[in-house]
């Protein structure tokens, strides 16, 4: 079975451009969140859709940050425009429901805003 | 808010055991989670407590002490693929919301050392 597929892998842009990253969940998971992981940290909650609907943005920079989740199966993060310190890995995982123990990570896309 | 203590770094000799301590503070808990995450990769679920004790699945062990707010991660018999990263993650709940929440410590650098 296929895992969390993301891309791009890598991403680098100037600062003020816009950007954007893709998810696509396991399939059958209901669940899936953005993450951000900074270096040296763990990954901390953008945002979390329960199918098509997001139940939990309240930690997305709503000024810049922007996601989707259409038809309730892939997912994409938009950030607009980029900032320096936007820098950072953006993860999406998925669970099978918002009452799974379990996430499951997709490898990130790693984004360098110069 | 949610706090979790981890060490930054630990060194520890193949074949081995090490123990990786989690503290944390919380409302809502639920339980504690703990993911390996590699050098450029996905974290990857390892152990879930919701009540106290140890839960054993292969060389991995995890502890709970829903008193102490305390737990951690032990490592047996280390092979050199072991060395990553490890996060603690509180999952808390909302009530009535039947959804819960992952909120992830800083990570413990494990480097397994010939």
Redesign the interface.
């Known amino acids: 079975e296929a895992?969390?597929v993301q891309s791009p892998r890598y991403k680098i842009i100037e600062k003020k451009q816009p950007v954007a990253f893709w998810c696509n969940p396991i399939s059958g998971h209901n669940t899936l969140y953005w993450y951000r992981q900074n270096l040296?940290?763990?990954?901390?909650?953008l945002i979390?859709y329960?199918n098509e609907e997001a139940?939990?943005d309240s930690q997305l920079p709503k000024d810049r940050f922007s996601a989707e989740r259409l038809k309730g199966v892939d997912s994409t993060l938009k950030i607009q425009p980029a900032e320096l310190g936007d820098s950072a890995v953006y993860?999406c995982?998925s669970s099978f429901s918002?009452?799974s123990?379990?996430?499951?990570?997709?490898?990130?896309t790693r984004l360098l805003v110069l | 808010g949610q706090s979790l203590e981890q060490p930054s770094e630990v060194t520890a000799v193949e074949g081995a055991i090490v123990q990786i301590n989690c503290t944390y503070q919380t409302s809502g808990f639920y339980?504690l989670?703990w993911?390996q995450q590699h050098d450029?990769?996905?974290?990857?679920?390892l152990s879930?407590n919701?009540l106290d004790g140890l839960e054993e699945t292969g060389r991995f062990s995890s502890f709970l002490s829903r008193s102490d707010s305390y737990g951690y991660l032990l490592l047996q018999e280390l092979q050199m693929k072991d060395s990553a990263s490890y996060?603690c993650?509180v999952?808390v709940g909302y009530s009535g919301a039947?959804?819960?929440?992952?909120?992830?410590?800083?990570?413990t650098k494990l480097s397994v050392i010939p």
Do not use: H, I, M, W
């Open positions: 895992g969390v040296g940290q763990g990954p901390e909650l979390r329960e139940v939990d993860l995982a918002p009452n123990e379990t996430q499951y990570f997709g490898p990130g | 339980g989670s993911y450029g990769g996905a974290p990857t679920f879930y919701a996060f993650a999952r039947g959804s819960y929440q992952l909120t992830f410590g800083k990570g």
